[in-house]
């Protein structure tokens, strides 16, 4: 059965990757971007997941399109890494209102339709990170904790109503967001992969969408790491 399906920040990376294996498989799918536009052959909204208002015009103009929002995944991220002592509180705040209430802006946009049909998937994509920290990342860490307690509570609320939501936890993916590291740095973390290697976006889409299918109707309020064996215990 054919899903609509909106993927946040799906105009590139690890969403865009999401968007494109829903689309293989026959869903209606919709991506949010912040004025690049859409790649060729999916439905694209302008939507800031800062601002409540965009939020609410992107969700109705996928309505418009497609109906009701029935599969969420929030994906739109940043990083702005720098230690504690040098972090400032627009450093923290920034990255936390993006990662973490823009997270919550959607769920909660998407919820009352969901409601009313019966029906929802809501996928959050956090990271190893938010489990086992990471120097430089208080503020990146902390949003991407908060999406599980985001994603339980919800399961709480909604898991009578054939409404799911759980959280992917990806490790090192490449990505833009990985791209900038220093050679060094990259040498590092793979050294602590079990895998030996970074995953393709494709990789963690096979989980969001396995998620989001009939088949994982009874998995709700989980974690699911997609990182090679990096955080394995958490
Ligand atoms: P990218 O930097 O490649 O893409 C980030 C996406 O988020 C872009 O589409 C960007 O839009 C969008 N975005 C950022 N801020 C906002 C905003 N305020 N409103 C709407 N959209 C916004 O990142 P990745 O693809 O690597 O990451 C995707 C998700 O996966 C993020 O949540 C990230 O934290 C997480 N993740 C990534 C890992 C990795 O190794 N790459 C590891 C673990 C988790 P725009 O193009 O307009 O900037």
Redesign the pocket.
């Known amino acids: 059965m054919s899903r609509t399906v909106l993927v946040?920040?799906?105009?590139?990376?690890?969403?865009?990757a999401i968007a494109q294996a829903f689309a293989k498989q026959g869903d209606r799918v919709a991506i949010?971007?912040?004025?690049?536009g859409a790649p060729d052959g999916i439905f694209g909204v302008r939507?800031?997941?800062?601002d409540s208002e965009s939020v609410d015009a992107a969700f109705a103009a996928v309505e418009a399109e497609f109906g009701p929002v029935e599969v969420l995944v929030a994906?739109?991220?940043?990083?702005d890494d720098t230690l504690l002592l040098r972090m400032s509180e627009e450093q923290f705040t920034r990255v936390l209102d993006?990662?973490l209430t823009?997270a919550y802006r959607c769920a909660k946009r998407a919820s009352s339709k969901m409601l009313r049909a019966k029906w929802g998937r809501m996928i959050f994509?956090?990271?190893?990170?938010g489990l086992s920290g990471g120097p430089g990342q208080v503020n990146?860490a902390a949003s991407?904790a908060g999406l599980v307690g985001v994603a339980r509570s919800i399961t709480r609320e909604l898991g009578t109503r054939n409404i799911t939501a759980n959280v992917v936890?990806?490790?090192?993916?490449?990505?833009?967001?990985?791209a900038n590291l220093s050679d060094d740095r990259k040498a590092e973390i793979l050294s602590s992969i079990p895998a030996g290697r970074?995953a393709s976006?494709e990789e963690?889409a096979a989980v969001v969408t396995w998620l989001a299918g009939d088949s994982a109707g009874y998995i709700s309020g989980a974690v699911i790491p997609v990182d090679g064996g990096m955080g394995m215990g958490h």
């Open positions: 946040t920040g799906g105009n590139r990376g690890i969403g865009l949010t971007h912040r004025g690049s939507c800031d997941v800062t994906n739109a991220g940043i990083t993006t990662n823009g994509i956090s990271s190893v990170v990146y991407k936890a990806p490790g090192f993916i490449e990505t833009d967001m990985t970074m976006p963690v």
